[in-house]
């Protein structure tokens, strides 16, 4: 192995672990908001609000670190960052009223900034027909979510859930370290160009950029929103303990991040349009049969009343949750190959802008669910506006992009 590929497999791994890690932070409150909402006694709005608002920040954030990304180079700035977030994960134990654990969960969502400072990164290291696969494996990194149900359970049922914080400020001080000694400063080549500040700014008025802000607030914001919400939704609807419920969102997390690299591959191969109208179809089905409540019906017959009743029972939710996180983790791929074959000088700026988005969707979407449910005490609500807001992404798709369907 030559020193250029032995470093760009270096740079991709030490990367992924990074915002492995960096994800599990994010979606910290997945979990660890189920034990805060009954000690604080929140209704489901403002538990919404509290899983939102590391999203909130770690979404602001993207477009000026996708800046920084491009002028001053992704490892030192997703070093510094994590640095950073350090200190924000350790005093999320000591606080104890509701606007205590809204101010440090913005600080601590930072770290969700993560992506569009890495993703250009590991770009940079690898030529263009291998790019969707490169961006696809350091996106995987969303199966930190997944991570974080399977370790802050653990930790909460050994000892309390002020343990999860501890444990998580030391790991990701740990891994930014680790990734510090396993990464280098990007090629050469691919530091040639020094973008001015306006023409990074003028990229966010360009309407391509706009067309793939949209598709990504779907597919990522979709997969952090669903992400947040489902142990919620499992201890509510089904009635499971936090443990169990935990390993159950997991199966839509899990491969929600991991199949990302595939989503990868299927776009090299295929072409980043033909991927998301199929990825955005798939997830029309699923969220059409996700979105209808548990049905009582008393049909009237000639031989009197027929009780029926009409619901997805766990087991059949669990499978279409999970073909759903499948088709997010390609589609979250196929967009971004978008970009890297649109603007390879440019893609830190690009992917800050749609990052934002994404992640401003998987802000909104949470606090739109608790809304829902205290509105209409209908728990699939949720899935009843994942549903409109595929309908609304297809018509957009047929519309906008319809130039690229036979590339």
């Known amino acids: 192995m030559d020193s250029g590929v032995r470093k760009s497999v270096t740079v991709l791994t030490s990367s992924t672990i990074a915002f492995v890690t960096c994800f599990m932070i994010w979606m910290v409150f997945a979990v660890l908001g189920i034990p805060i909402k009954e000690q604080l006694h929140l209704n489901e709005t403002e538990f919404g609000l509290l899983t939102a608002m590391p999203v909130l920040s770690g979404s602001l954030i993207r477009v000026p670190l996708g800046i920084w ?31 205590q654990f809204l101010w440090i969960a913005l600080w601590l969502g930072l770290v969700g900034g993560s992506f569009s400072v890495g993703t250009p990164y590991v770009a940079k290291w690898f030529r263009k027909e291998r790019q969707g696969m490169a961006m696809g494996i350091f996106g995987a990194g969303n199966a930190g979510a997944a991570l974080n149900k399977f370790l802050a359970p653990a930790l909460m049922a050994a000892y309390s859930w002020q343990a999860v914080p501890r444990v998580y400020a030391v790991v990701l001080l740990v891994i930014a370290v680790l990734f510090w000694f396993f990464s280098y400063p990007e090629p050469k080549a691919a530091n040639v160009k020094q973008p001015s500040l306006k023409a990074q700014l003028l990229l966010m008025k360009n309407p391509q950029v706009l067309k793939y802000s949209q598709l990504y607030s779907v597919v990522f914001g ?180 319809k130039s690229q369907k036979h590339q």
């Open 69 to 99: 990304a491009d002028r001053f180079g992704g490892r030192i700035v997703f070093f510094l960052l994590m640095l950073v977030c350090v200190p924000a994960v350790w005093l999320l134990e000591y606080a104890h009223t509701y606007s």
């Open 222 to 401: 979709g997969y952090v929103g669903i992400s947040l919400w489902m142990v919620s939704y499992y201890v509510n609807e089904y009635q499971f303990a936090l443990k169990q419920a935990a390993l159950l969102a997991a199966c839509f997390s899990l491969p929600g991040g991991v199949l990302r690299a595939f989503g990868g591959w299927l776009s090299d191969k295929y072409g980043a349009y033909k991927v998301t109208w199929a990825v955005m179809w798939v997830c029309w089905v699923a969220f059409f049969l996700l979105s209808y409540p548990q049905t009582q019906m008393s049909i009237r017959t000639v031989s009197g009343h027929l009780d029926m009743h009409i619901g997805l029972n766990a087991i059949v939710f669990t499978v279409l949750l999970f073909v759903v996180g499948v088709a997010l983790a390609i589609g979250k791929a196929s967009v971004f190959k978008f970009i890297s074959d649109e603007f390879p000088e440019d893609m830190g700026t690009v992917s800050g802008v749609v990052g934002l988005a994404g992640g401003l969707g998987g802000f909104l979407l949470p606090i739109m669910f608790g809304v829902l449910v205290d509105w209409t005490g209908i728990r699939s609500s949720s899935f009843m506006l994942m549903f409109g807001t595929v309908c609304i992404s297809l018509i957009w798709m047929h519309f906008s992009l």
